[in-house]
C-alpha cells in the first residue's frame, strides 16, 4: 500500500517562473493538504483540498493556487518564484471521515535561483 | 490558533526512556493535542493524539494533564532511530457544511539527539 507520493523530489527554477508540484494521496485518503517547511523551520501550512474545492488556507499570497482533481491527486501551482520561496513543499493527506492522522509525502525540494 | 511551547532540544541515551514536554496554555476545550516527529530528509510522522485522557500506542504514550494545559510525550525506550524534530501540536477544527476540516500548525519544535 502506497504511502503519499510527491514529484518531483527536487526542482531548481530560476526567478519568475511558474512552477507545478504533483502529489498522489495514500490511498483510501480523500483530503490533501499542502505545507511549505523552510530550511530549519517548522511545516506552515499553504491550503486543504476536499471534494475538489479548496477548504482552508494559511497566510500564503494568491501566487500559490492548488487543484484537486477527482481522483484526489492534487497540485501546488506557484506563480512568479521569488528566491523565499525556495523550501521543501511536503504534501500530506487523509480519510476526512475514518482518520485523524495527516500521512505526508517526502516532499519536494524546490530551489529558486 | 492556540500555540504550544517545547523546549529547543533534548538528548537522551539510547534504551532509556524519554519525556518530551509541551505547554499550551490557551487550549480551547475541543482542541486535542497532537504530537508529530519528522526524520532526517523525510516528511513528518504521526506519533499519537488525545484529548483529555492519557493514551498510549506502540510508538508512545502521552500523558495529559488533568487542566489539559500541558503534556508529554513518553518514549519508553529510545532508540537512535528515534532522533528527530518532535511536534506538540494543537488541532484546530474549522466546520463548514458539518465536515470538520483540521489544519496543523508546527512551531519549531525539540530536536531530539539519541546518544549510543
Known amino acids: 500500500d502506497a504511502g503519499v507520493t510527491q514529484s518531483p523530489t527536487h526542482l531548481i527554477k530560476t526567478r519568475g517562473q511558474q512552477v507545478t508540484l504533483r502529489c498522489s494521496p495514500k490511498s483510501g485518503h480523500d483530503t490533501v493538504s499542502w505545507y511549505q517547511q523552510a530550511l530549519g523551520q517548522g511545516p506552515q501550512f499553504i491550503f486543504q483540498?476536499?471534494?475538489?474545492?479548496?477548504?482552508q488556507r494559511g497566510n500564503f499570497p494568491d501566487r500559490f493556487s492548488g487543484h484537486q482533481f477527482p481522483n484526489y491527486s492534487s497540485e501546488l501551482n506557484v506563480n512568479a518564484l521569488l528566491l523565499g520561496d525556495s523550501a521543501l513543499y511536503l504534501c500530506a493527506s487523509r480519510s476526512i471521515h475514518r482518520g485523524e492522522a495527516l500521512h505526508f509525502g517526502n516532499g519536494t525540494r524546490l530551489t529558486v535561483t | 490558533d492556540a500555540k504550544t511551547t517545547q523546549p529547543n532540544s533534548m538528548e537522551s541515551n539510547e534504551e532509556e526512556p524519554v519525556h518530551l514536554p509541551c505547554n499550551h496554555s490557551?487550549?480551547?476545550?475541543?482542541?486535542?493535542i497532537h504530537w508529530y516527529r519528522q526524520l532526517p530528509s523525510q516528511g513528518p510522522e504521526y506519533v499519537i493524539h488525545?484529548?483529555?485522557s492519557n493514551v498510549n500506542n506502540r510508538m508512545a504514550s502521552l500523558a495529559i494533564a488533568e487542566d489539559r494545559k500541558s503534556s508529554t510525550l513518553i518514549l519508553h525506550r529510545a532508540t537512535l532511530r528515534d532522533a528527530a524534530v518532535y511536534y506538540c501540536i494543537l488541532r484546530v477544527f474549522v466546520n463548514a457544511g458539518g465536515t470538520s476540516y483540521g489544519k496543523l500548525t508546527f512551531g519549531q519544535g525539540t530536536i531530539l539527539t539519541v546518544h549510543p
Open positions: 490557551t487550549i480551547s476545550g475541543t482542541d486535542y
Open positions: 488525545g484529548l483529555t
Open positions: 483540498y476536499y471534494e475538489e474545492e479548496e477548504r
